[in-house]
């Protein structure tokens, strides 16, 4: 992530916002921690004494210098969690956006976008009724606590840190874990390579490049993600009135979303599919096993775009993002195919169609859970997915849209079928849909990969989170 100073009407205030808004933390070690407020008898003396023991570990947006903080951490509360520890606000009826008070398990807006809820009696994998393994509600997610370590040893002394803080509030504050592990916790697994993830894609290469001209329209400008800085006439991010807009000012907004992966499915179906691939394209097995997975991602397993190097991965692009579809002559797919997921959840020069408007861009901090299938194949894993964004729906329901149904660019034919990207999007079994991937060939018919496709990727958990100012942060550990 790189930051650009481009206005000088008003900087951000770095020392006010919290790091993992600006900066793509390199620490080794994460812990995700959840918890929830006791709201049947709270006692807001104990939970503020649990924000205070966390503060000198709160790490903001400012240079840290020449070594990394070996422990610090950041915090997030739900629409719920502001409620509970800062009651004057009356969230329910504030100017606070109505999708982060509704949360992304509401039948409405949300899940007509996530799309883990699927039409029908019986409740899909990933529907929010299953979240959390079922441990606890999704109504009980109040606060997070994104932990960093430099080595295991310092990650045991954060989240033991942590887990006092709350076990000294009286009951007032208790961890909710999640997962079927020795901890139950959201662990990062470091993974070799270490910025790889269980699909073997490597990951985090393409981001925003953040500037601060609070009158911009570019969506990568920083107004666009931190709450308080546009000069735009009824712009997002908000609140933009009232005592919620002061304590939401230098706060940006998470969708944290768990997401499971099919390793085993996932390799079956390459390797399935690679043997009646390979004749047609006159290629080794092994050749169309890793072709296929960069035509269904947009990009080789060692990042590079399809349409810089379409035929073989190469070192010389494989962080590049520095391209284009119709800069690089690839309006017809045959590159890179049309619902490949880096070019649906991107597309950049592609262009989308007058009622998408312009093309969202998120932050987006990744790291995986889980040990790999080597390790153990009966494990649980998957990503541990940090979306960073000013507005959740226009921003990340959008795109998440966009991933179930590719209907937002006239490179879809509208008097066809909705396909969908085959790598993440929810096998939605709905009227329209073209559950089929196809992948243009110049010199010979398109292949057709028959859907609906395996569910290779099952949402264990989503919460809407505010990531507020430091200084707000410092409001509720002292009552203020």
């Not at 391209?323 to 649906?344: E, I, Q, W």
């Not at 861009?361 to 040990?371: D, E, L, Q, V």
């Not at 028959?450 to 989170?465: C, D, E, M, S, W």
């Given at each position: ?14 020392h006010d916002i919290q790091g993992l808004i600006i900066n793509g933390y390199t620490h080794p070690c994460s812990v995700h921690m959840l918890f929830k407020f006791n709201t049947e008898n709270a006692n807001l003396k104990y939970i503020r004494a649990f924000f205070k023991d966390l503060l ?425």
């Amino acid at each position: 992530m790189t930051y650009t100073q481009t206005s000088q009407t008003e900087k951000p205030e770095l020392h006010d916002i919290q790091g993992l808004i600006i900066n793509g933390y390199t620490h080794p070690c994460s812990v995700h921690m959840l918890f929830k407020f006791n709201t049947e008898n709270a006692n807001l003396k104990y939970i503020r004494a649990f924000f205070k023991d966390l503060l000198p570990y709160l790490q903001s947006a400012e240079d840290w210098g020449p070594l990394k903080p070996e422990i610090m951490l950041n915090i997030g509360l739900t629409a719920t969690g502001i409620g509970i520890v800062k009651p004057e606000l009356k969230v329910k009826k504030s100017n606070f956006p109505s999708t982060f008070k509704k949360g992304p398990w509401n039948r409405g807006s949300a899940q007509q976008s996530l799309g883990d809820t699927i039409p029908g009696p019986i409740p899909s994998p990933g529907d929010p009724s299953n979240w959390w393994n079922k441990k606890f509600a999704n109504e009980d997610v109040h606060c997070v606590v994104h932990a960093y370590a430099m080595n295991p040893t310092a990650q045991e002394r954060i989240v033991g840190i942590i887990t006092d803080a709350a076990e000294k509030s009286n009951g007032m504050v208790t961890e909710l874990k999640p997962l079927d592990s020795p901890t139950g916790r959201l662990e990062q697994y470091l993974l070799v390579p270490s910025d790889y993830v269980h699909f073997r894609f490597r990951d985090s290469i393409d981001e925003p490049d953040l500037n601060d001209n609070p009158a911009g329209k570019d969506q990568q400008d920083l107004n666009n993600f931190l709450i308080g800085y546009s000069t735009l006439k009824d712009a997002t991010p908000g609140p933009l009135t009232g005592p919620e807009a002061k304590f939401a000012k230098n706060g940006c907004y998470n969708a944290f979303r768990i997401l499971y992966q099919d390793v085993k499915t996932f390799n079956d179906f390459l390797e399935d599919q690679a043997e009646l691939i390979a004749p047609k394209i006159n290629k080794s097995k092994e050749y169309t096993v890793e072709w296929l997975a960069a035509k269904m991602c947009g990009r080789w397993r060692n990042g590079s775009p399809l349409v810089l190097s379409p035929e073989n991965p190469e070192h010389e692009t494989s962080k590049s993002t520095n391209f284009g579809y119709k800069a690089n002559d690839d309006m017809k797919g045959l590159k890179c195919p049309f619902s490949a997921h880096t070019r649906v959840a991107n597309p950049r020069d592609e262009g989308v169609d007058a009622a998408a408007s312009v093309v969202p861009r998120i932050i987006r901090r990744g790291m995986p859970y889980g040990p790999p299938m080597s390790v153990d194949p009966d494990a649980d894993r998957g990503l541990i997915g940090l979306f960073l964004c000013g507005d959740l729906s226009s921003q990340f329901e959008t795109l998440y849209s966009w991933i179930n149904k590719n209907n937002f660019s006239d490179v879809f034919d509208p008097a066809n079928n909705t396909p969908q990207d085959p790598l993440i999007a929810n096998r939605s079994l709905i009227s329209n849909m073209d559950l089929n991937f196809t992948i243009p060939m110049a010199d010979m018919p398109d292949i057709v990969i028959k859907g609906p496709l395996p569910q290779f990727v099952i949402t264990r958990g989503t919460a809407y989170f505010l990531l507020p100012s430091i200084s707000s942060l410092k409001e509720i550990a002292e009552g203020v």
